[in-house]
């Protein structure tokens, strides 16, 4: 018997009706899905197919593009995230994103995870140092930094910049983190660590994911939702969907045969 | 060799000579002005730094230009204090919260300014903001004052859009990283995206300097021509493009004077070449 109750209590995120345009093209049609939480969600799909708006829409990053509109639901923690009323400090507190490309800001290491702290009102200079540490430990670049916390972020190889973003969005505490294709600009070796730091994260956070990468959606992720063309064409665990699709798009991108 | 190559030699030939003109150029121009100068430099000698007494047509003619040195300076520092921090301002508001209406009418709006003739702007000053600065307490039409707000909306342009280009050419993922963070715009715009782009700025600061101490009309048509050390803003000033320019048509060729001339062009060019100099350098210690 399907328990319904038992469900909704595992959901962090709720999509419901959500459409997406910029200027007069749709980009997101008709999406509903729900993300479960603390687990590894990937969302995938031939580039153009909404993935990655889909994404930027759920901590409203993509309200800085200037004529993109949406309409229906995304509910998280009982309340939709376009209602007006809505803290966006607080809520991209709580939902946390990183970028395809390492973006390190320009200042040193330590200033660059410390940055979410101060904006978030930690004033306590040994409270932070304690959360630096510790978020660096999560992303797993403490060992390979500890000594060089001054050093300006730029002077990082690109897989540890990309963990210094990750450390950077974790320090403020997240609930959720949104992952936007965050190995397609680095080396396999660079790309193994973070898979294997993304699996690790999962145990506390809720991990969203876009990739066009098949084979890393299906190495780590719990949930697939694949889109096509601004349509959510099928969503459920991994593991069953990667086995026995329902529709016959999935198994055709699942096959390679549309890209 | 056969003929295709002989073709290709011929036309890398041409094109090294046209491009190597610009080169010839400045050297040129910097070899013609240091000739011309050195009568002045050498008859008049230090004199032309220390002294204030700039009397080119009395007997004996007198050839101070620190009056002049110390106006082009006063005026560049007060018309950068106004232009700078505006352009910035107005780069800022472009880049970080301008919608595309504001944007385009901005834009344009800056565009159409930049295309104003300086000599036009010169007479607009003369005619109606001098009266308004004489009724604050000027006691001559043209004085530094003035001479700065037409220098100011002269480069004001100038220095907005390149700061606005050096701010829109950060990586767009670097603000959005700030943003996803929790930062509100300012923060963003202003501690994150600023300072990726300060080498840029910083270029735009020095171009925009560079620009203001040579402009020319305006301050011949509108800073009052007297050369003496202005005391405050509503003395007139004599700055050393003005006094090039008004005097050079008048000078024998070969005199004194006219090799007096050269030198403050040499002062001006010495004086933007370091400027040029120290932004190569600070921008080329960020790029590594």
């Known amino acids: 018997m399907f328990n319904l109750t038992a469900i909704r209590e595992q959901t962090i995120l ?26 590894i969600s990937a969302i995938i799909g031939p580039s153009g197919c909404g993935k990655t708006t889909l994404l930027r829409s759920i901590n409203r990053i993509n309200d800085e593009i200037s004529d993109y509109k949406t309409s229906g639901e995304i509910i998280f923690e009982g309340k939709n995230i376009y209602d007006k009323d809505v803290d966006l400090t607080l809520l991209r507190k709580k939902i946390g994103m990183v970028f395809q490309k390492p973006v390190p800001f320009p200042m040193s290491i330590y200033d660059n995870v410390a940055f979410g702290l101060k904006i978030h ?9 304690e959360i630096v540490k510790l978020a660096l430990k999560r ?19 690109g897989g540890q910049q990309q963990r210094l973003c990750i450390a950077r969005a974790l320090a403020v505490d997240p609930e959720i983190l949104l992952l936007d294709e965050p190995t397609s600009a680095l080396d396999p070796i660079a790309t193994q660590k973070i898979e294997n730091l993304i699996e690790h994260l999962s145990e506390e956070y809720t991990i969203i994911i876009v990739t066009h990468n098949l084979a890393q959606a299906t190495r780590i992720s719990d949930y697939m939702y694949f889109m096509y063309q601004g349509e959510l064409i099928e969503w459920g665990p991994t593991r069953i969907m990667v086995r026995s699709p329902k529709k016959q798009l999935t198994e055709d991108y699942l096959n390679g045969k549309i890209s | 060799m056969n003929w295709r190559d002989v073709k290709d030699r011929v036309n890398k030939t041409i094109i090294f000579l046209f491009a190597f003109v610009g080169i010839v150029t400045v050297i040129s121009l910097f070899i013609f002005i240091i ?12 004199e032309i730094f220390t002294s204030i007494y700039w009397y080119p047509t009395y007997d004996p003619p007198e050839f101070g230009m620190l009056a002049m040195i110390v106006g082009s300076l006063i005026l560049t520092g007060l018309s950068s204090l106004f232009v700078l921090p505006l352009g910035y301002i107005i780069s800022f508001f472009l880049y970080n919260y301008a919608n ?38 000027a006691w001559s039409p ?77 301050v011949l048509m509108v800073s009052g021509g007297a050369a003496i050390i202005p005391k405050s803003l ?41 400027l040029t100099l120290i932004s190569k350098t600070v921008i080329g210690g960020k790029a590594e």
């Open chain 2, 142 to 218: 043209g004085n530094l004052l003035t001479a700065s707000i037409g220098l100011t909306i002269l480069s004001l342009p100038y220095a907005a859009s390149l700061m606005e280009e050096s701010l829109s050419s950060v990586d767009q993922s670097l603000k959005e990283s700030a943003l996803a963070l929790g930062a509100s715009k300012f923060t963003a715009g202003f501690k994150i995206v600023t300072k990726a782009a300060s080498s840029g700025i910083l270029n735009s600061v020095i171009l925009t300097v560079n620009r203001v101490i040579g402009e020319t009309i305006v």
């Open chain 2, 35 to 46: 000739k011309e100068s050195i009568p002045a430099l050498t008859q008049v000698g230090k």
């Open chain 1, 14 to 39: 709720n999509i419901r009706d959500f459409d997406g345009w910029y200027g007069q093209k749709q980009i997101l049609k008709n999406i509903n899905m729900d993300i479960y939480k603390n687990k």
């Open chain 1, 139 to 157: 992303a797993a670049l403490w060992d390979e930094v500890k000594d060089e916390l001054d050093k300006p972020a730029r002077e990082l190889s």
């Open chain 1, 121 to 129: 009102g930690i004033k306590d200079k040994r409270k932070r140092d």
């Open chain 2, 234 to 274: 509503f003395d007139p000033v004599r700055p050393l493009t003005a006094a090039i320019a008004s005097e050079m048509g008048e000078v024998s060729v070969g005199s004194l004077h006219y090799s007096a001339l050269f030198t403050a062009g040499l002062i001006l060019l010495t004086i933007s070449f370091i």
């Open chain 2, 100 to 137: 595309s209406i504001e944007r385009r009418v901005i834009k344009s709006t800056i565009d159409l300014l930049s295309g104003i003739p300086s000599v036009i702007m010169g007479t607009f000053l003369f005619i109606y903001v001098s009266p308004i600065i004489m009724k604050l307490g």
